[in-house]
């Protein structure tokens, strides 16, 4: 459907799951294994896994439409996203209201929100690299070195950096090429637009994530109505992937989020 691909397992409320950066939905196993009773929908992002390359002009709002399109299809009024894929569902929850009851969103990332100094130069450097004539293996490298500090989280955890590093060696850094990601980066989310949200919205962060995250999740919890924060010990950016067993609960707390408050 609709040039992505998608994959669905277990039963019950639907959920869309929404991946980061270079990763694909393959990553969200584990997790979702720590969270049966509901029917989780992966979706490979444009240009990543088994979906189509991503479109030049690509806009965020039109990724989140796509997105949101599936979400209707597929009955899933929940929505997880980690790290880019954070800036993706929260985009989805103000561009279809009605469609995402629940938001759980770690490592936020905001669009228009000052980047990290460390990953906007590690960013340069991967296209200045690619132009060079970087292979994937090469880039795949150079990307999950540190600083900036995305994945050194992983490095007390080998054999999850060994299946990132699986998945984005795979990675066709066509979205460098063609220069695609900047229409989505060029994306903005002002605080008039985050008072909007009208989802139960949970954010999650690592204790151990950079700063500019930290104050993405505070900026979301000030400006989001009804924002909860859960943040996960010994975890970097990836939390959801780092530290699965005790992100399960975090995310199984925003998945419900709407029932208990309703319960009270």
Excluded at 33 to 61: A, F, K, M, N, Q
Excluded at 244 to 263: H, I, Q
Aim: a negative charge.
């Amino acid at each position: 459907m609709n040039g992505l691909r998608i994959v669905s397992s277990g039963t019950g409320p639907a959920v869309l799951w929404v991946h980061g950066y270079t990763m694909d939905l393959t990553l969200w196993r584990p997790l979702w294994e720590l969270l049966p009773g509901w029917r989780h929908i992966g979706v490979d992002l444009p240009g990543h896994g088994g979906s189509e390359p991503l479109r030049p002009g690509t806009t965020l709002p039109t990724l989140a439409l796509r997105l949101a399109e599936i979400a209707e299809a597929e009955r899933a009024d929940r929505v997880v996203g980690l790290s880019f894929g954070s800036s993706v569902a929260l985009q989805m929850a103000l561009e279809a209201p009605e469609l995402v009851r629940n938001l759980v969103l770690a490592a936020p990332t905001l669009g228009g929100a000052p980047p990290d100094p460390a990953a906007r130069r590690r960013y340069m450097e991967l296209m200045m690299v690619r132009r060079a004539g970087g292979g994937r293996e090469q880039m795949a490298e150079l990307w999950m070195s540190s600083p900036p500090d995305i994945f050194r989280g992983t490095e007390a955890h080998p054999e999850l950096r060994a299946r990132l590093r699986a998945v984005i060696g795979g990675h066709s850094w066509a979205e460098l090429d063609s220069g695609a990601m900047a229409a989505l980066s060029a994306h903005r989310h002002p605080p008039e637009d985050l008072t909007r949200i009208r989802a139960s919205t949970m954010v999650i962060i690592g204790d151990s994530d950079m700063p500019t995250f930290v104050t993405n999740a505070e900026t979301l919890r000030q400006t989001v109505p009804g924002c909860d924060i859960r943040t996960i010990p010994n975890s970097g950016h990836l939390p959801l992937l780092e530290q699965p067993e005790m992100s399960a609960k975090a995310v199984f707390a925003g998945l419900t989020l709407s029932e208990r408050v309703d319960r009270v």
